[in-house]
Structure formats: C-alpha cells, structure tokens
C-alpha cells in the first residue's frame, strides 16, 4: 500500500529577509524540522521572492543538484564558470556544483518582485566536474498532460542532472483524471501544487500544499479546479 507524507502551505518555515522571503517546506537556515530534512533525494524544496533589484550575492555550493524554475519575473544569473544568463518564468535552470562553484543571482526587474523555485537534489555521483544548463521548456502551453522536464538522460525531453529523477510539470482543466507511472522501481513522488486544488489518491491538496507518496508504481491525480503542480520522481535510498 501506497505510503503519504502531507505537508500543507501554512506548517512550511518562513524566512523573511526584507528583500527575500522564502517558504521552505524542508529544512533550510534558520528554519529546522527534524522531521522534515527531505524527502529522499530531494533536500531543498524553497518558494522564494525576491524584491525587485535585489537578490542572493555570490556564494558558493558543492555536491548538489540545483534547479532554479522560475514562475514569475527573472532572475539574472553569474558563476564561476564564467555563465551569465537570464532566466525567465517558462525555463528552467540546473547546475551540478559538483567539486564546487560559486555563483549570484539577482532579479533583474529594478520594480516587480521575482518569484521562482530553487530545489536542490542529492547528486548520484559525487565531485563531478560543475556543469550549468538553462533551456526553455517545451510543452508551457500544453493542457491537461504531463510535461516532462527534467530527467537523468542527456538525449531525453528537459534538462538533465546526475541522480535517477524525473521533473514533470502539469497544467490541469478541472475534472481532468490522470495516472502517473513512476520511472524506476524505489523512487517516490513529491508533488507541489502551484495554483487549484488537486487531489492525490484521494487526498485533497491546496495551492502550495505539497505531498509524498511512495511504496506505490503509479498514482492517480484529479484536478478539482483548474490547477498547475510540479511533480518530482526521486530516489527514496540514494
């Protein structure tokens, strides 16, 4: 049977630094959940806003996966690999820090807030040498599907990173009833619901409600609105 973790929108941590505020539905900084570290692979789930002009100074990482999706404005972008970039809502960014990198990221409006996901994964392979990517994904416009957009396969739909995870985003019409099949047998399945109300294997979720499901190959999901959800495949055991 089919296991669940609930994590609903007003139990994440909130960090209010002026310029930032982050809704972090595991633990991250100053907010600290023990039971609430990560759901297998995936370490960091952050909901962030950055006030116009403002953003996070050069600072370094390593041995991690990081996916930047932006949702509304953008996001200027700098590292020690020498990349710099903008990234918009309808793209997606992923770095592998590997041995290590240092890099900033600024919004990029001088007015409007910037609003984007910053997720970062337990890399499969440890101490590879850094690698950035930034595509614009295909499928923003499809309805009622899932839109893969992120996976471990170089030559497949999305971006790629090291560790066996699959990224699909979804834009659901009301009503609309659909079955994911998980990729890899162990992997679970950590849904963030963006905007509407969707229910998962019955269980009913609100806008920035996220649940875990696992010990289960596939799961139905209903959209009770119309509603828009990431859905993240990762290893449990990594």
Not at 39 to 64: C, K, Q, S, Y
Not at 110 to 117: T, V
Not at 122 to 128: D, E, G, L
Not at 199 to 222: H, M, Q
Request: without cysteine.
């Amino acid at each position: 049977m089919a296991q669940t973790v609930l994590h609903k929108a007003n139990t994440r941590g909130v960090a209010d630094h002026g310029w930032l505020k982050s809704y972090q539905s595991f633990s991250f900084a100053g907010y600290y959940n023990p039971e609430r570290i990560n759901f297998g692979a995936l370490r960091v789930l952050n909901d962030d806003i950055v006030t116009g002009g403002m953003g996070f100074g050069e600072h370094p990482h390593d041995n991690m996966e990081i996916i930047s999706i932006p949702l509304e404005g953008n996001l200027q972008h700098k590292d020690s690999m020498g990349n710099t970039a903008t990234i918009k809502a309808g793209e997606i960014q992923v770095m592998s820090a590997g041995t290590g990198i240092y890099h900033s990221e600024y919004n990029a409006d001088p007015e409007n807030p910037a609003k984007f996901l910053q997720i970062w994964l337990f890399p499969n392979k440890r101490n590879v040498t850094p690698r950035y990517d930034q595509i614009l994904l295909n499928g923003n416009d499809v309805k009622d599907e899932f839109v893969q957009i992120l996976s471990p396969n170089e030559d497949d739909a999305g971006v790629w990173i090291y560790q066996d995870a699959w990224f699909n985003m979804a834009k659901f019409n009301a009503g609309i009833n659909k079955t994911y099949t998980l990729n890899k047998e162990g992997n679970g399945v950590y849904i963030f619901v963006l905007k509407g109300e969707v229910e998962v294997n019955g269980e009913k979720l609100e806008t920035r409600d996220g649940l875990g499901i696992w010990e289960t190959a596939s799961f139905e999901v209903k959209a009770d609105t119309d509603a828009e959800f990431l859905l993240m495949e990762v290893p449990m055991k990594f």
